[in-house]
């Protein structure tokens, strides 16, 4: 069967048509930078890349120009739609409902959309691709596969706040986390590749791209996780602030006369190294105005490199150890400036960083030397491959 897998970001769209019995990607491809400008990378498989610059204004313009690869005359790589046995789309907030992957029905429609308020750059932009997707190829079976689940192991210590247990009880207001899937697959790939045994082994993963956050997988399973009940917890991101002091909110909305809803906005979409630099809520631009000497772009990654280290610190110890540490995601994998500037303190780990492996990039690779006591790594994370085995499984 021939499975169209969607993953919506908050800034990018990746798909991967993928046959599920070779478990090959006919094509694949990538829209970055929806809402700034936009540019879609397709690959056929064996074939050349194809870049299209048109303006990707929202994600429902990403998915038609999609299909319109997909099917091209010159470098499509099937005739017609219908070749398109299952769609597998990557889905943010399952809340406590969906705690596995599920065959989307109107029913899993409105359940998702009652999550919205919970992941508001991400759970409208998931629904956006199942409709577009509903609209154009009607009757094709579609699966919808949850971030959250992969977290649903966190032990109450992890996921409980420090609040009354009555908004718990009443409302379910708990930590969750995000990026399931992602810390599923790399977590598994970096025990394979470190060498580790799967029932004896403690991981950090740390998934840095425009949504950032780390987890702590002991024995392969999510024992605890940055982001919460939402995807604004955690690290700083490309344009959420992740942790914060909560009486912050208070102070701004007095100061500014602003509404909750306001400063939520201003949390999730204007904060992060986008705020704090005024450059971009893209890493690359950030990263190359860093290093052409803009002062507030050099915080902004310096503010973040930080953050990352205090949650690695802080998952050794709800592990108590660590063996491997991986890097994946837009930014973990390509960015070994950052890498670096992590890895400088985790010294007292005696992690010893290889600066030649670590400026390499686009495979799975060990990028600390071989005396380092922990193995540091870099994993391209592969969360359309875990989603398109989800939905054959399913349909
Ligand atoms: P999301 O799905 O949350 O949008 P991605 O995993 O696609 O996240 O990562 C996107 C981020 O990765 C962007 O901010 C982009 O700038 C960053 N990124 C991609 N390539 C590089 C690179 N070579 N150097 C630094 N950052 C990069």
Redesign the pocket.
Same mark, same amino acid.
Request: aromatic share 4%; net charge negative; hydrophobic share 20%.
């Given at each position: 069967m021939k499975v169209l897998v969607v993953?919506c970001?908050?800034?990018?769209l990746?798909y991967q048509l993928i046959d599920s019995e070779t478990e090959q990607a006919l094509a694949v491809g990538?829209c970055?930078r929806i809402g700034i400008d936009g540019k879609l990378n397709h690959t056929p498989a064996g074939g050349e890349k194809v870049v299209m610059d048109d303006p990707l204004p929202n994600h429902e313009v990403a998915i038609k120009n999609v299909l319109a690869a997909l099917t091209d005359a010159n470098h499509g790589v099937i005739k017609s739609l219908d070749e398109i046995g299952a769609v597998g789309h990557r889905v943010v907030h399952g809340g406590e409902k969906f705690a596995t992957s599920v065959v989307i029905t109107d029913e899993v429609m409105k359940a998702i959309e009652e999550c919205n308020d919970l992941a508001p750059l991400h759970n409208p932009a998931n629904l956006i691709g199942i409709n577009a997707c509903k609209n154009i190829m009607p009757g094709v079976p579609m699966v919808a596969v949850f971030d959250t689940a992969f977290h649903q192991t966190m032990p109450k210590e992890a996921y409980l706040y420090g609040l009354p247990f009555e908004y718990y009880d009443k409302y379910k207001i708990r930590r969750y986390g995000f990026h399931g899937t992602s810390h599923s697959f790399v977590s598994k790939r970096a025990i394979d590749v470190a060498g580790l045994d799967p029932k004896n082994s403690k991981v950090i993963v740390c998934? !840095?791209?425009?949504?950032a956050s780390i987890s702590a997988v002991k024995n392969g399973e999510s024992v605890d996780t940055s982001m919460g009940l939402t995807p604004l917890e955690g690290l700083i991101m490309?344009t959420r602030s992740g942790d914060i002091d909560p009486a912050i909110i208070e102070f701004i909305a007095h100061k500014e006369g602003k509404s909750i809803d306001d400063i939520m906005t201003i949390l999730n979409k204007k904060s992060g190294v986008h705020g704090m630099s005024g450059v971009s809520?893209?890493?690359?631009?950030v990263?190359a105005a860093a290093d052409s000497g803009n002062e507030h772009a050099k915080e902004a990654m310096g503010v973040f490199a930080y953050r990352v280290a205090k949650y690695i610190g802080s998952y050794v110890a709800a592990m108590n150890g660590v063996d491997a540490i991986a890097f994946t995601?837009? !930014?973990g994998?390509?960015?070994g400036k950052?890498r670096a500037s992590i890895c400088a303190y985790l010294g007292y780990l005696g992690v010893e960083l290889d600066p030649e492996e670590n400026a390499k990039?686009g495979f799975e690779n060990i990028i600390t030397t071989k005396d380092s006591k922990v193995k540091v790594l870099a994993i391209p994370?592969n969360e359309e491959l875990a989603i398109a085995r989800e939905t054959v499984a399913l349909v």
């Open positions: 993953n970001g908050s800034s990018s990746k990538l970055e998934h !840095l791209g425009n949504g490309g809520s893209d890493f690359r631009d990263r995601a837009g !930014l994998e390509n960015d950052m990039r994370t």
